[in-house]
């Protein structure tokens, strides 16, 4: 079957123009004008696209791949077959990052999926929305009241805009998405099937039911925050809901109501902080970590996958666990020590 091409071609870069962008070394190359059009994994690379090796998993596919160019380090150097042109680097999955911005800059931002240039006939744009040039309204999006739309912003098919919103310069709200009751910052991405704004879970639990919590807080949403699909960000109850400048969010991420997130945060898939909880500026959250309320993470933490924290954890802490996040050696030790006790006991033979 034909593969169908997603990604739009790229004129490429020469090899010098690749050492320079990246500050590798070519190594014993004097045709700097060679170009590469493509960037690939090193075991599918054809002629004309750049790899990358950075790891001894892999240092063995050097032999047999058919890339052009390869970013490696010195540890694997003596490994390339000739004929394959070598740019040395100590870092080169960056560098391969680098060169692959470079060659297909249009997929850093996703794009109108109908390819609509400004409003679609079929969006809804309430009279008193405040739209500036250069908004996209793919079809079946829908822009509610008083709504502010910043200059270069998409918003993406079936995408629901609710009133007062606030959606700065360069933004992408993915298809499916709901905005309400928020405040969002400039080149802000939202992936498709996000819902920003909505109630918070709050309830007093009582004999004869349950009394719902009224939430009049909002969401506040930094510049250069990245939030992937499936994500879920409660306004706030008492409070306001605020994601930091530059936090990145994986998909089906649940954040309660009142959630404080610094700056430049990574926050895995399927994670759930609950309400109330702080995160410093450059928390690290691997997959499925849970968060109880109220807690706060100091910055520069990092939280291993599958941590169920339960109490404050230190700035700059390495910390793991279930049922109870602790310093991550202590846990493994502790893991260590449970496998020992738990092992079947070896019975010696007597002696004849």
Known sequence: ??????????????????????????QGVTNHAQR??????IDLAEAGDLTFV?????????????????LINQHFQSLVPSGLVVLLTSEPYKGFVLV??????????????????????????HASARLARGVTADPGAVIG??????????????AVIGPDVRIGQNCSIGPGSSITNAIIGDRVIIHPGCHIGQDGFGFIMGATGHLKVPQVGIVAIEHDVEIGAGTTVDRGGIRNTVIGEGTKIDNLVQIAHNVVIGRHCIIAGQSGLSGSVTLGDFVVLGARVGIRQHITVGSGARLAARSSVMRDVPAGALWGGFPNAKPLRQFLREVVTLEQLASPIVKLTAPE
């Open 36 to 41: 590469m059009t493509n960037v690939a994994p």
């Open 1 to 26: 079957m034909t593969e169908p091409q997603f990604v739009r071609h790229s004129p490429g870069l020469t090899v010098g123009e690749i050492a320079a962008l990246t500050g590798a070394e070519l």
């Open 100 to 125: 692959a911005r470079e060659l297909h800059p249009h997929t850093l931002r996703p794009a109108s999926l109908f390819e609509t240039d400004g409003i679609a006939s079929n969006a809804s744009v």
């Open 54 to 70: 950075d790891n001894a998993k892999f240092a063995g596919a050097l032999t047999s791949t058919r890339a052009g160019a390869v």
């Open 145 to 158: 009241p008083r709504a502010s739309i910043g200059a270069g912003t998409l918003i993406g098919a079936n």
